[in-house]
């Protein structure tokens, strides 16, 4: 079945240092695919999105761009701040079929300043 | 900004007890979900609704759970005979169209 693998956590870097939090997916057809955020005591939020190959998504400085060659959709920010600690979900919705949101682990990112 | 809210942010309950978590979708969407996430382990889809129905369900999604929208705004998760392993954060979503989820703070469940 579909399933997304994300790098394991806790990632941990320094005030404005560059974040790549790496995500693969394995899916049948052509998924949508999502970055999602929990800072700590709260829900899911969406981050940020790409709906087909080669779209990148961004939002708040972070970007992600949809990689149908290698699967991938990796997560990046050229400085991260003491804000941006938080758990980091990659997931993936298909087109037809389930309409579900398959997710992968979560990467904890710690940001020190 | 519009939100999910959900209710309670933490359920204590006793095995073998019915418990209810309630949800407020954002007002002008049409597709609701529950997901669920046990301690360390991945958000996993529990069930969808639309149009007053279940659309879609996953293999956790047994005969101990319902769904219910009960009126126009609350969305609801019932579990009717909890066991331990039902302690999880639930999450709530919904989204207007089938592809943009916006998920609720989640409540808490502890199984005793």
């Known amino acids: 079945g579909d399933s997304v693998t994300q790098m394991e956590g806790p990632v941990t870097l320094s005030e404005e240092a560059f974040l790549t939090i790496n995500c693969t997916y394995t899916a049948t057809g052509y998924p949508s695919l999502f970055w999602y955020v929990q800072y700590p005591g709260e829900g899911l939020q969406l981050l940020l999105k790409?709906?087909?190959?080669?779209d990148k998504g961004s939002n708040k400085g972070f970007e992600a761009t949809y990689r149908k060659e290698t699967t991938s959709f990796h997560l990046e920010k050229g400085s991260v701040q003491v804000s941006d600690s938080a758990v980091y979900f990659c997931?993936?919705?298909?087109?037809?079929?389930?309409?579900?949101?398959?997710f992968g682990s979560g990467t904890r990112l710690q940001v020190q300043p | 900004e519009p939100e999910v809210t959900q209710t309670p942010s933490h359920q204590v309950t006793q095995m073998g007890q019915e418990v209810i978590l309630r949800c407020v979708p954002i007002?002008?969407?049409?597709?609701f979900y529950w997901y669920r996430q046990i301690l360390g382990q991945k958000v996993e889809f529990l069930v969808s609704f639309y149009n007053n129905e279940i659309s879609e369900k996953s293999e956790i999604f047994d005969d101990q759970f319902s769904v219910e929208r009960p009126d126009g705004s609350n969305f609801t998760l019932k579990i009717r005979s909890t066991k331990l392993e039902d302690s999880a954060m639930y999450f709530c979503a919904s989204s207007e169209e089938e592809r943009e989820q916006f998920f609720g703070p989640g409540t808490r469940l502890t199984v005793l």
């Open positions: 997931a993936l919705i298909m087109d037809t079929g389930r309409r579900a949101l398959t």
């Open positions: 007002s002008n969407h049409l597709y």
């Open positions: 790409a709906t087909k190959a080669d």
